[in-house]
């Protein structure tokens, strides 16, 4: 049998000498899901995977299936002690700063003091740059083209940081967690991009803006 991986791209042909059958449908197979990849891919840039048992395992994407609830808030229209009662009388348990430069102008809100506020209210503080909004599209967004801000930020999760989105959606299955970054409403923040691309690997994940 040739060896498979990932989702098949690496396959590697059967020498002569050991070509059989299941070689040859092993390969199909491999065409098959690369075919399958190619319906499935609406955007042009992601691949998502749902389980399968008669695919091989360690898909790219890990696709589950779970009830979790990932919060979300914005710190604009708060002080720093209204963000972590806020947090708190949700249960959160993992705070993750989700802003590209931790830094604020606003007393509590770098990342420094933040994170120390956090802990000292018995909860977890973790910086994730990578799923930040890079600097061009944050200032498209502010410019009033959110399309061109949408679309780069989108294609930023899908390419550069699909790994660290990929971590986050493992630990947001897990519970407790909240994204935060600047604006109260999440429909004006890369929150919410960052939302539908958990959404793509957690089928059934709620999702509740404090
Ligand atoms: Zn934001």
Redesign the pocket.
């Known amino acids: 049998m040739p060896a498979t991986s990932g989702r098949g791209h690496t396959h590697r042909a059967a020498s002569e000498d050991e070509a059989s059958e299941a070689a040859a449908l092993a390969t199909l197979h491999v065409i098959a899901r690369l075919w399958r990849d190619d319906v499935r891919t609406d955007s042009g840039c992601t691949i998502q995977w749902a389980p399968s048992p008669e695919r091989d395992p360690a898909p790219e994407v890990e696709h589950h299936f779970m009830t979790a609830t990932v919060f979300t808030i914005?710190y604009e229209a708060r002080d720093a002690s209204g963000l972590i009662s806020d947090l708190a009388a949700a249960g959160v348990a993992v705070l993750v700063d989700?802003?590209e430069l931790p830094l604020s102008r606003r007393r509590g809100f770098s990342k420094t003091a933040l994170r120390a506020a956090v802990e000292d209210a018995g909860m977890a503080y973790v910086h994730e740059r990578a799923v930040g909004?890079p600097k061009p599209f944050?200032d498209a967004w502010k410019a009033g083209d959110t399309a061109t801000g949408a679309a780069g930020y989108v294609a930023h999760l899908h390419n550069g940081s699909k790994a660290n989105v990929d971590a986050l959606a493992r630990r947001v299955a897990e519970g407790g967690v909240c994204l935060m970054?600047?604006?109260n409403d999440?429909s004006?923040?890369?929150?919410s991009l960052l939302v539908d691309a958990l959404r793509e690997r957690l089928d059934g994940l709620q999702v509740e803006h404090l």
């Not at 004006?188 to 929150?191: D, M, Q, S, T, V």
Request: net charge positive; proline share 8%.
């Open positions: 914005g989700v802003r909004n944050r970054c600047v604006e999440p004006e923040c890369h929150r």
